[in-house]
């Protein structure tokens, strides 16, 4: 799967406009992270159209845009299932640049995991991902 990575300048209404960016061409946001990190703000979309996504983002003024592989992980939701995924990773040398949940179902979690670049199929070999 793919994340839309855009960074732009945290400013009031900067998730609004993505956001409608993307409502105005009729692409789904399916999972989103949003934070700020100096003075910038740093959104990762899970989206259900990437090209068109980053064709509508690519309009925005000041913002960089980038996509990713990114991993979705299925795993049982209890307490301690994040200990021990992330906890295999790590035991395996693997570098993770995010994780955030996708969706939640009865008791099944999803999260988005994006390892390094470099670690990418070290992740999907410790995650049992073909």
């Known amino acids: 799967m793919k994340e839309i990575i855009v960074v732009a300048d945290n400013e009031t209404g900067s998730l609004a406009a993505v956001s409608e960016a993307l409502g105005a061409v009729g692409v789904n946001i399916e999972a989103v992270s ?9 959104f ?18 000041n913002v960089e845009i980038r996509e990713a592989d990114t991993i979705v ?31 939640r179902k009865q008791d ?3 999260v988005a995991i994006r390892p390094a670049e470099s670690d ?11």
């Open 73 to 103: 992980y299925k795993m049982i939701n209890r307490p301690g299932e994040l200990a021990k995924i992330t906890r295999k990773l790590a035991n395996r040398g693997v570098n993770l640049e995010s994780l955030y949940i996708v969706s």
């Open 34 to 42: 949003a934070y700020g990190l100096d003075g910038k703000a740093i």
């Open 108 to 110: 099944v979690t999803e």
């Open 44 to 61: 990762r979309i899970i989206t259900n159209d990437v090209k068109t996504a980053i064709k509508a983002l690519s309009r925005l003024p």
């Open 120 to 130: 990418m199929e070290k992740a999907r070999e410790v995650l049992g991902i073909k």
